[in-house]
């Protein structure tokens, strides 16, 4: 069986390896954090094995990357030359490219991911980017493995990953940031807080399963909820008239724009 070794055992990491030991993934996991706590709790959810220093590190297969960006040199200065140079090196980092991956780790086959965190719940959306190096074998394993808890996305140019970040990877707390907006607005009009909570996530969920499920566009999904000078109606006119569409885009430009300052 493979080996992943994980440097980092943080929220997404954590989605990811769970993900994969759920979908049963031909993997065996080591994890490592320099404050072991995350490492030790992982590797008993997913009966991997806790790596205590990177004093000497096992050769393993894959080696996944997954501290914050601001924390890669420290652990690249840890880790440069003591890694399988034949493994490939999965970075789930926001805006940290494969060139810089390679020359700071002094490796040449990598994965960039750039995962979300619906990853948890076997319903994430990871996009892949391949440097030359990795072979077709390698490419087959690890979409595989990654599809088994969501869907996969393969970019050939890396600056796609840019453009994608602030849409699949950000785009949760959007989500997350709509509901919270209106589950405070049921409550403020006197509706219980845990039934507002409720109502709202069984509407996001039915409404994106329904669009999962429907031929029907997202324009044309909300015109079936909208009748003229109805309910729904003047809600969108007010969203429409504040330049919704115009903050969202706004919103969207400012992510891209911190994506590729931090690629640089
Ligand atoms: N969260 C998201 O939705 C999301 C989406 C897309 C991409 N990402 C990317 O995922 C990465 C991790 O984010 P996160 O939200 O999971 O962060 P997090 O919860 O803060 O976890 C960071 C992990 O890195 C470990 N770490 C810190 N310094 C380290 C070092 N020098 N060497 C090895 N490990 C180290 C931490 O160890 P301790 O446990 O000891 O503190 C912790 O386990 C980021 O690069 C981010 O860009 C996140």
Same mark, same amino acid.
């Given at each position: 069986m493979k080996n992943l070794l994980s440097f980092g055992c943080g929220n997404m990491a954590q989605a990811i390896i769970e993900g994969m030991y759920k979908e049963k993934a031909e993997l065996s996991y080591t994890l490592y954090t320099p404050s072991n706590t995350r490492a030790i709790a992982l590797a008993k959810n997913v009966s991997? +094995?806790?790596?205590? #220093?990177?004093e000497k590190i096992p050769? $393993?297969? %894959?080696?996944?990357? $997954?501290?914050?960006?601001?924390?890669?040199?420290?652990? *690249?200065?840890e880790i440069?030359?003591?890694?399988?140079?034949? *493994?490939?090196? /999965? $970075?789930?980092? *926001?805006? +940290?490219?494969t060139d810089t991956l390679k020359s700071l780790l002094g490796v040449e086959k990598v994965l960039r991911v750039m995962p979300n965190t619906p990853s948890l719940?076997?319903?994430?959306?990871?996009?892949?980017? %391949?440097s030359a190096?990795? $072979?077709?074998?390698? !490419?087959?394993?690890? +979409? !595989?493995?990654?599809?088994? %808890?969501?869907?996969?996305?393969t970019f050939e140019a890396e600056k796609e990953i840019d453009i994608i970040t602030g849409f699949s990877g950000s785009g949760p707390a959007y989500i997350f940031e709509f509901s919270r907006i209106l589950v405070e607005k049921m409550i403020s009009m006197g509706i219980e807080r845990e039934i507002a909570t409720e109502m /709202?996530?069984?509407?996001f969920y039915?409404? #994106?399963?329904?669009?999962?499920?429907?031929?029907?566009? #997202?324009?044309?999904? !909300?015109?079936k909820v909208t009748s003229k000078k109805g309910v729904?109606?003047? *809600?969108l006119e007010v969203f429409k008239g504040a330049g919704f569409e115009k903050i969202v885009d706004q919103a969207l430009d400012a992510a891209y724009n911190r994506s590729v300052e931090l690629s640089k």
């Open positions: 991997g +094995t806790h790596l205590e #220093s990177l050769a $393993s297969d %894959f080696y996944m990357i $997954s501290c914050k960006p601001q924390q890669l040199s420290d652990l *690249a200065k440069k030359g003591k890694l399988n140079p034949d *493994a490939v090196v /999965i $970075s789930i980092l *926001a805006g +940290t490219t719940v076997g319903a994430g959306v990871n996009a892949f980017y %391949f190096a990795v $072979s077709k074998e390698e !490419r087959e394993f690890l +979409t !595989r493995t990654f599809e088994s %808890f969501s869907k996969v996305f /709202i996530k069984w509407t039915g409404s #994106s399963k329904l669009q999962l499920e429907s031929p029907d566009s #997202s324009e044309e999904l !909300r015109n729904t109606f003047e *809600a």
